[in-house]
């Protein structure tokens, strides 16, 4: 399975999906003018992952800003992944980063990631982590 890289911009996050190592990534500003179509090959990428995973998968979601939309298509992305959970041989992880003293970003990580049950981490950071 080949990897999957979007190069981020003002309206949408650099994504890095490493399928060799289980890396999955996505960083930056997520107000694309049409958030199904942005989300949509991601989606795709996601959904073919989930027939080979890795024996270790670890999501890693950085925003700067995100609007609604995009927020509940990023939710849906950890639905997914999250899946993964309970699995045999699949360990999960979630890992929402924010700027630190951002508390905005800091509480939708919190209301995103206690909806799922795979093992999940908040950590406040001071510089993008890609």
Known sequence: ????????????????FDATTG??????????????????PIRKWVNNYLDSPQAATELIL??????????????????IISGLHGREDCNVKITWKYFRGDNEMRELGEEVLEQFYCFKEILAVDEHPF
């Open 1 to 16: 399975m080949e990897n999957f890289d979007i190069k981020g911009d003002e309206t949408t996050p650099t994504v890095k």
């Open 23 to 40: 890396l999955l990534k996505m960083s930056g500003v997520a107000i694309p003018e049409d958030v199904r179509t942005f989300f949509a």
């Open 62 to 79: 950085h925003f700067d800003y995100l609007n609604t939309a995009a927020s509940k298509m990023v939710f849906e992305l950890c639905d």
